[in-house]
């Protein structure tokens, strides 16, 4: 099971910066990142998770409201950036957050990791996002992000033509974990603290897991 680092180390650096980028990737057994993609007010897609910059930064601003320069002084890199700093071994789960990614992000990706990687993926709990990356990158694979797998929910990730759902790590049993493999889709998880956790998971078939904490750790 793949151990992708969720937003980096934070614990070594605040989240989703190229500091916790580089302090993840430096941990014995992590087998690449996961982190999330906005766009600036400019178009530019950067790293940042939430809509403003108040809970990481200290900084009320939404990122939509900055450029990518003026994100940049609060330590908020670019996707570019971003990418550069994984080469291109680090296996990478890109989560899209927010809408209108389109060329400008597929671009980017493209650019650095050619039309179709075998260990890297564009996931988002939006559809439009996904159906965008579909048109762009039609070569990289989609995950749907998800809290269930709920009949509905594997039935939208096939109908999205998503290669996998990532789920919320409670909502894996056997039995659903079965279901979602009949679907033909392969099953990731967030986000995993604990190492028993990690190690249940495993054991399920589970092919990735966003991990922080002593979970990352092994």
């Not at 009320?60 to 291109?88: H, N, S, Y």
């Not at 894996?172 to 249940?200: F, K, N």
């Amino acid at each position: 099971m793949l151990r992708l680092a969720h937003r980096g180390d934070w614990r070594r650096a605040p989240e989703n910066t190229l500091a916790a980028f580089s302090a993840a990737l430096a941990v014995p057994g992590c087998d690449g990142l996961e982190f999330d993609v906005q766009l600036s007010r400019d178009g530019v897609p950067v790293v940042l998770h939430d809509e403003s910059l108040a809970r990481v930064q200290g900084n009320p601003a939404r990122i939509d409201a900055l450029t990518a320069v003026e994100a940049a002084a609060f330590g908020i890199p670019t996707l570019a950036e971003t990418m550069a700093l994984a080469g291109p071994d680090a296996w990478l789960d890109v989560e899209l957050k927010g809408a209108d990614h389109g060329a400008a992000t597929a671009d980017v990706l493209r650019a650095a990791r050619g039309a179709s990687p075998a260990n890297a993926v564009v996931s988002s709990f939006d559809p439009p996002s996904l159906v965008a990356m579909a048109d762009h990158l039609p070569g990289w694979a989609r995950w749907l992000n998800v809290e269930d797998l709920a009949p509905a929910t594997l039935s939208l990730a096939v109908g999205l033509g998503c290669r996998g759902v990532s789920v919320l790590w409670g909502a894996l049993t056997p039995a659903s974990v079965r279901r979602a493999q009949a679907a033909g889709l392969e099953v990731a998880a967030w986000t995993v603290r604990r190492r028993a956790t990690w190690d249940r998971l495993a054991g399920l078939g589970v092919m990735a897991a966003c991990v922080e904490a002593a979970a990352l750790d092994g």
